[in-house]
């Protein structure tokens, strides 16, 4: 049998740091306020002029290296964000061109905060048919030219920052190491909750100066029933990720959970009767970084030595859609 194994892991985070100081100079807002709701204490964002691809490509670049791969040896990308460059084509392609390759498939993931776990499994399933054998996975955002620094946009503004992770994905030689499982849901009945309604392809034309004018061009989230439901759905998938595989919640030596909102992986840690250094955050620096938050926080962790050969991880995700899942990995 071939298993997936997570050949090798880069990060790339934008230099400008924004503090929650920073932020309470250009609307309603404090450090004390973001600080105790969401763990935040700072956030990169990326300078104008650049695109979510370029970040992915200094994360791809990162990833490679540690590989050991050329960019060249690649034979798919799966490309996960909420943020693309442009409404369509799809970030992958222009990754692609940025990387210097030609002719080699190119998927966009649109699955916000769980696109990563989302990415993962499909190149999982690819590798493990054999389809494909050196797969790019990248998670990358740009937020921070889709928020709205005012009071009314101030519950969104605070939680987002800018970067980008990637893996490569390849086939495991050893057949007890790598991918185990990975477990997808979604329930678009909360569609509505979090999301972003500026392209409405039910208006003739779907972006007009009205659209504008009432501040559509903004995400718009009910934080509280993000909130309920996560705390609920991350703790269930974790279970049935375990369940699936004949493991305890004490088998897992890490956690790599999205970094939405360290509250809610707080609340997810002690439902499970998991201490909370098990469950990995890095929150405080970047905020959330969507679709890239976890390679992002999986780039630390073998960095900071932190995952070592044999451990277990559980990554977990939740987000719009609402969206989640869970990939179980021994690394
Ligand atoms: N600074 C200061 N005050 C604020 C801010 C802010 N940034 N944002 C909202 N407020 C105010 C509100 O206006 C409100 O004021 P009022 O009482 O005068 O009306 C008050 O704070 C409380 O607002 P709530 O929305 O009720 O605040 P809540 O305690 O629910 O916290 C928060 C908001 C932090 C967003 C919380 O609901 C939450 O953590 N939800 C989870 C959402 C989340 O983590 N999303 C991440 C993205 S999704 C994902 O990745 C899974």
């Not at 493990?128 to 790019?136: D, H």
């Not at 509505?192 to 501040?215: C, N, V």
Request: charged letters at 25%; a negative charge.
């Amino acid at each position: 049998m071939i298993r997936a194994k997570i050949l090798g892991v880069g990060r790339y985070l934008p230099e400008k740091r924004v503090t929650n100081f920073d932020l309470a100079k250009m609307f309603n807002t404090s450090d004390e306020w973001i600080r105790q709701r969401t763990g935040i204490v700072e956030r990169r964002y990326a300078e104008e002029g650049v695109y979510c691809s370029d970040l992915a490509r200094e994360a791809a670049r990162e990833a490679l290296k540690s590989a050991g791969m050329k960019a060249e040896d690649l034979d798919f990308i799966i490309f996960a964000t909420l943020s693309p460059d442009h409404h369509f084509p799809g970030s992958g392609c222009y990754l692609q061109a940025k990387m210097g390759l030609t002719e080699i498939g190119c998927l966009d993931i649109r699955n916000q905060c769980s696109g990563f776990l989302y990415s993962l499994a499909v190149a999982d399933a690819f590798v493990r048919m054999g389809m494909y054998k050196r797969i790019l996975v990248v998670g990358a955002e740009i937020h921070s030219s889709g928020l709205s620094f005012t009071d009314e946009g101030r519950d969104v503004a605070v939680i987002f920052g800018d970067g980008a992770g990637a893996v490569i994905v390849g086939p495991s030689d050893d057949p007890s190491r790598g991918i185990l499982s990975t477990h997808l849901h979604a329930d678009g009945r909360y569609a509505d909750i979090l999301r972003l309604e500026m392209f409405d392809i039910s208006r003739k034309p779907y972006l007009t100066h009205q659209t504008i004018d009432e501040g559509r061009i903004w995400p718009k989230m009910q934080g509280k029933e993000v909130f309920k439901v996560a705390v609920t759905k991350i703790p269930e998938v974790i279970e049935e990720a375990l369940q699936a595989n004949g493991l305890k919640i004490g088998d897992v030596d890490l956690f790599l959970p999205h970094q939405a909102n360290l509250r809610i992986n707080q609340f997810a840690a002690a439902r499970l009767e998991v201490p909370e250094e098990k469950f990995y955050s890095n929150i405080q620096r970047y905020g959330n970084t969507t679709a890239a938050s976890i390679p992002i926080a999986l780039s630390e962790v073998l960095e900071q030595g932190i995952l070592k050969e044999d451990h277990l991880l559980m990554m977990v995700a939740f987000g719009s859609g609402f969206t989640w899942g869970a990939s179980v990995i021994r690394w």
